[in-house]
């Protein structure tokens, strides 16, 4: 009854805020009108006028991530990038950078993944020119020394290193490793810790990287908050509007169907025992009703509202948390359920409960009014996140590394509204398979034994 109260509520809270009534239409869950612009040099430029008065997020979007590094010893570059993107230029040194950064009010971050890398700052919309000047000139005339270079490869380091110190890093890295045999998702957006070991003698192949993949067909610039397309535009044309276009294109290798369950094992000591199950599952479209069912269908059986959470978590106390979770990824990627253990021993226990929950909905049992509610609770707790310049750029920005077309967020979410029982049952029957799965786990024991 609890569960049924909260869920019920979002809904009704959705509804009073988006004016939604009995017997008229829905709106769109992205709300607010998209004017899309492509400059001569293939430059994606997104404008979103939004109430916010005095304020503007201005976002770009590179189509480049560890997908892209196909060479072998040549991976973590992408993320390697996102580094050297704040050590300036000649215009522009690393401390002229930030002087001129902070009289706009905005700091600047970026950060990187699979299929993408992203740069953002939000400020005072009367500094948007400079903005657009800052980052036209570090994403054209990007300038650093050899000296430079490895002392970030040096500090890439470092991150992998701390980063690798959780279980749960290394967990996350073994499955990569292991569910993937040629595909670039083999590896993490790190890279492998051989190849950052080796990146302070890389230089050269540095700067062809930059010079491949920094280039206005790979960007997007998403500007959203008190601001004009017309005026974007503008801006864009002014400073971005000479910066020549590429001819590189990557031939990303394909991965071969997987025939048998795979397993990995980290061996820790005094860390809770984890079981991590990995499904094959299918690259993000919105052509396709796969990927919101798969959506529908992890919240439906494994979040903190499910029976199998009651079952494990609450009741029988044998499981801390239990989540799923399918990565959104321009390739397939994988369908992940989660587990934190309170007892090693039970690791087969409850992946043959994962299994046996997995099972019932591959034989229709779905309940179509969890259905329902998984439905309203995906579309309206997305819609009320939508609240401010940052957040609203950030969720364009994910559909535009995907698809190269922010108009994909509504696409998708109307894609949730189709799903029927009939699509949970097929995708449970044709990507939550042994067949498809890795299975991966940390315990005080030398092996993965399970099953």
Not at 234 to 241: C, N, R, S
Not at 406 to 426: E, F, G, H, Q, W
Request: with cysteine; charged share 20%; aromatic share 12%.
């Amino acid at each position: 009854m609890k569960k049924l109260i909260s869920i019920t509520l979002i809904y009704v809270f959705a509804l009073i805020a988006f004016g939604i009534q009995a017997g008229t239409t829905e709106k769109p869950v992205f709300n607010y009108p998209i004017h899309q612009t492509k400059l001569s040099n293939g430059l994606n430029v997104v404008t979103v006028p939004y109430d916010s008065p005095g304020i503007a997020a201005f976002y770009i979007v590179v189509r480049v991530g560890s997908r892209e590094e196909v060479e072998p010893g040549k991976t973590g570059f992408a993320h390697f990038f996102e580094h050297m993107m704040f050590r300036g230029t000649d215009k522009f040194p690393k401390h002229k950078y930030t002087e001129v950064l902070k009289s706009t009010g905005a700091s600047a971050n970026a950060n990187t993944s699979l299929d993408r890398t992203v740069y953002h700052m939000t400020g005072d919309v009367d500094k948007l020119e400079t903005m657009f000047m800052l980052e036209a000139d570090r994403f054209q005339n990007l300038k650093y020394s050899v000296q430079d270079f490895k002392t970030e490869a040096g500090a890439v380091k470092g991150e992998y290193t701390k980063n690798n110190a959780s279980p749960l890093s290394q967990l996350y890295e073994a499955v990569q490793n292991t569910a993937f045999d040629n595909h670039t998702y083999k590896h993490t957006t790190m890279g492998f810790f051989k190849d950052i070991v080796d990146m302070p003698n890389q230089y050269e192949y540095s700067i062809e990287f930059f010079n491949r993949f920094y280039r206005p067909e790979y960007c997007t610039i998403i500007v959203v908050g008190d601001v004009k397309a017309v005026a974007v535009n503008a801006l864009a044309t002014k400073y971005f509007g000479k910066w020549k276009k590429g001819n590189h294109v990557t031939k990303i290798p394909t991965e071969p169907e997987q025939s048998e369950t795979k397993k990995t094992h980290i061996q820790v000591t005094k860390y809770p025992p984890h079981l991590s199950l990995n499904f094959k599952g299918a690259s993000y479209s919105d052509l396709s009703i796969d990927n919101a069912a798969i959506g529908i269908l992890n919240l439906m059986l494994f979040s903190d509202k499910s029976t199998l959470y009651d079952e494990l978590v609450n009741k029988e106390q044998k499981a801390r948390s239990i989540s799923g979770y399918n990565w959104s990824t321009r390739d397939p990627n994988l369908i992940t359920v989660s587990a934190s253990l309170v007892n090693k021993d039970d690791l087969q226990y409850v992946k043959d409960a994962v299994m046996k929950t997995i099972e019932k909905a591959a034989n229709g049992e779905i309940d179509e009014k969890k259905m329902a509610e998984a439905k309203s609770y995906l579309k309206y707790s997305f819609a009320m996140s939508l609240d401010n310049p940052s957040s609203i750029a950030n969720s364009l920005s994910q559909y535009v590394w995907l698809t190269g077309d922010p108009n994909s967020i509504n696409r998708m979410y109307d894609n949730y509204a189709k799903v029927t029982k009939a699509d949970l049952v097929r995708v449970a029957q044709r990507y939550y398979t042994s067949q498809r799965l890795t299975i991966a786990t940390i315990s005080s024991d030398s092996s993965n034994s399970i099953q």
